[in-house]
């Protein structure tokens, strides 16, 4: 079920753990590469077995290094017109993937690379992380939605400033600007990505699930209508079990037990 030539991906304790590896070209993304990431994504959204996913990359050096070069420098405007669309839908599939992602970022998190970790929910870096669009200086623009997700995340004049210069800039700066949630030393991120994925693993996966779509739909729409999607999904947490339990639990003064339903 998960047997890719570019990823690894393993399962432990409900969290699964993707891992790009490619690491002989800083796991620049290929077609293959992101046609996997689509498949193994959709695949994980249903898999019972997984309540929390940490996107990571091979090596020490490198998360991502961005869109393999090599592979778009002979493209035609519709090849890459299409290869655009082929890693904008790769990283939807991990947008749109009902359990939360934690990008677990261990390097240059470069072009593509920075676009596949602001599709994930959370973003843990290690100090050595290093981030940038740097697309201008290949005579091109960030192409995996990279303009729409940077300014949704750090504003319009942070995003222009970046996207502009080209600049790679590291994981304080990043955090300074709203991208990460945590930086810690490279030798801790794996567990510091496990402890958060562990932590989220003890929730309940319908809670966890309509937390996402109502922060996720509500902030693409206006305030009332995204309010009023919050709201019916408040009243749908009340028609499960882990609802029930939740509120017995705390007037019981004991911790709950979800059961996920
Ligand atoms: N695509 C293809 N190959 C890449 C790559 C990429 N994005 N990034 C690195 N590599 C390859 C290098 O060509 C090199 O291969 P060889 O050993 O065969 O020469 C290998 O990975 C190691 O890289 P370097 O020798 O360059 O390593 P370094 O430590 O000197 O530099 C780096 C590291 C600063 C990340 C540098 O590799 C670099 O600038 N990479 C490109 C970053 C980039 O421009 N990313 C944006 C791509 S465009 C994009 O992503 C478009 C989009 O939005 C869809």
């Known amino acids: 079920m998960y047997n890719y030539q570019n990823l690894l991906v393993s399962i ?14 800083l796991n620049a993304l290929n077609k293959d590469t992101l046609l996997e990431i689509k498949a193994a994504f959709t695949t994980l959204a249903t898999d019972p077995s997984v309540k929390v996913i940490i996107l990571t990359g091979s090596g020490e050096k490198a998360f991502v290094a961005g869109a393999d070069i ?9 090849e890459g017109y299409e290869f655009g669309r082929l890693g904008q839908e790769a990283f939807m599939a991990i947008e749109a993937c009902p359990k939360p992602v934690i990008a677990a970022i261990n390097g240059f998190a ?62 304080e700066e990043a955090y300074r600007l709203g991208l990460l949630n945590k930086v810690v030393p490279l030798a801790n991120l794996m567990a510091e990505a496990n402890a958060v994925a562990q932590k989220i ?22 305030f009332n209508t995204g309010s009023i999607h919050e709201a019916e999904l408040f009243g749908l947490c009340f028609a499960t079990a882990d609802q029930k339990e939740g509120m017995q639990a705390f007037l019981e003064k004991r911790k709950a037990e979800f059961i996920d339903r």
């Not at 969290?15 to 070209?25: F, M, S």
């Not at 090599?70 to 519709?78: D, E, G, H, V, Y």
């Not at 470069?110 to 290949?138: S, Y």
């Not at 809670?207 to 902030?219: N, P, Q, R």
């Open 12 to 25: 432990e304790a409900k969290i699964a753990t993707v891992t790009v590896n490619r690491p002989k070209v």
């Open 70 to 78: 090599a592979f778009m420098q002979p493209l035609n405007a519709i």
């Open 110 to 171: 470069l072009g593509g690379g920075q676009e596949i970790c602001m599709a994930c929910d959370l973003r843990i870096a290690a100090d050595n992380a290093k981030f940038g669009q740097p697309e201008i200086n290949l005579g091109i623009i960030p192409g995996f939605a990279g303009t729409q997700r940077l300014t949704r995340l750090v504003g319009k004049t942070a995003a222009k400033y970046i996207i502009y210069t080209g600049e790679m800039f590291g994981a």
């Open 201 to 222: 693993a003890g929730k309940g996966a319908v809670s966890l699930k309509i937390a996402k779509s109502a922060i996720d739909i509500g902030i693409e729409t206006d």
